[in-house]
Each structure stands twice: as C-alpha cells, then as structure tokens.
Nanobody, 121 residues
Framework: QVQLVESGGGLVQPGGSLRLSCAAS????????MGWYRQAPGKEREMVAR???????DYADSAKGRFTISRDNAKNTVYLQMNNLKPEDTAVYYC???????????????WGQGTQVAVSS
C-alpha cells in the first residue's frame, strides 16, 4: 500500500510564500517522476511542476520564475516552494508520484488527497 501525504497549504496574502511537502510511504521500490498539480473551482486539474528522479524539472508557464520544485530521494519527499503568490494560484494542490512498489509490479501513478492553497487579502 502506497500513500502520498501532502502538507503546507493554507491562507496567504498576495505576494506571500508557501512551501508544500509531500511524503510517499508504504511499499516502495523506486520512484520515478514526482510532481504537483492543482485544480481551481470550476477548472480542470493542471500540471504545476514535476521533477524526475535525477532532478530534471518542468514547470507550467504560470509557475516559472515563482515556484521551485525539489525532492529528497532519501525521504521519498517532494517539495514545492511557491513565492510571490497571486489570487489566481488559489486551488487544491495535489501531489503525484510514479512509483514501482516491488519487482513484480510496473510503475503506477499515485495521488495525494490534496491540500488547499488560498491567496487572498
């Protein structure tokens, strides 16, 4: 059983910062790409940032220059540092990870339960 648990969301004023964390636990052999998606009310879920096992990163245009994704492979944890937050960043943020649980299984995408980020004055 693999679980992803996010933390770090909350309410912040425009221009503020938040750091999201997501820890993967359970039966884990290896983790490939990890990432963050978000879903605002009435909108589809969209990719925010992702990072490969060797540190390669990819960002949505809306996140470039403001958000930084990183990971600690020893802790099976991915982070999202969000700076200069804007009201349009308000959404539920979901962590995802491509995980191989054991040698008899292929990689599978897992999702966290989501953490709310609200940017408002």
């Amino acid at each position: 059983q693999v679980q992803l648990v996010e933390s770090g969301g909350g309410l912040v004023q425009p221009g503020g910062s938040l750091r999201l964390s997501c820890a993967a636990s359970g039966s884990i052999l290896t983790i490939n790409t990890m990432g963050w998606y978000r879903q605002a009310p009435g909108k589809e879920r969209e990719m925010v940032a992702r990072i490969t096992s060797d540190g390669g990163t990819d960002y949505a245009d809306s996140a470039k220059g403001r958000f930084t994704i990183s990971r600690d492979n020893a802790k099976n944890t991915v982070y999202l540092q969000m700076n200069n937050l804007k009201p349009e960043d308000t959404a539920v943020y979901y962590c995802t990870a491509n995980i191989r649980a054991d040698i008899y299984m292929y990689y599978k995408n897992y999702w966290g339960q989501g953490t709310q980020v609200a940017v408002s004055s």
